[in-house]
Nanobody
Framework: QVQLVESGGGLVQPGGSLRLSCAAS????????MSWYRQAPGKEREFVAA???????VYADSVKGRFTISRDNAKKTVYLKMNSLKPEDTAVYYC?????????WGQGTPVTVSS
């Protein structure tokens, strides 16, 4: 049974940091491209960052230089370190695993950036 379980979300002040984790099970983690997406209230889900099986990363322009995605294949976990958070980063953050046409999604973890 495929599972992706996100954690690490919460309330943080502008300028603060959080680290999100996504623990995977039920599939061969190391062969999947892992991504983070987010969905703000009233908006569509958008891409945040991805890391491929070789460790290459790509970021949305809105988070470039502030967020860092990484993966630990031994722990079957992908991380998103978020620095210099802004109110516009407020959203539910979702983890996604992709292999060819197969996609698996987590249930999401909420992040609120507010003073």
């Amino acid at each position: 049974q495929v599972q992706l379980v996100e954690s690490g979300g919460g309330l943080v002040q502008p300028g603060g940091s959080l680290r999100l984790s996504c623990a995977a099970s039920g599939f061969t983690f190391s062969t999947y491209v892992m991504s983070w997406y987010r969905q703000a209230p009233g908006k569509e889900r958008e891409f945040v960052a991805a890391v491929d099986t070789s460790g290459h990363t790509v970021y949305a322009d809105s988070v470039k230089g502030r967020f860092t995605i990484s993966r630990d294949n031994a722990k079957k976990t992908v991380y998103l370190k978020m620095n210099s958070l802004k109110p516009e980063d407020t959203a539910v953050y979702y983890c996604k695993a992709r292999l060819l046409q197969t996609n698996h999604w987590g249930q999401g973890t909420p992040v609120t950036v507010s003073s």
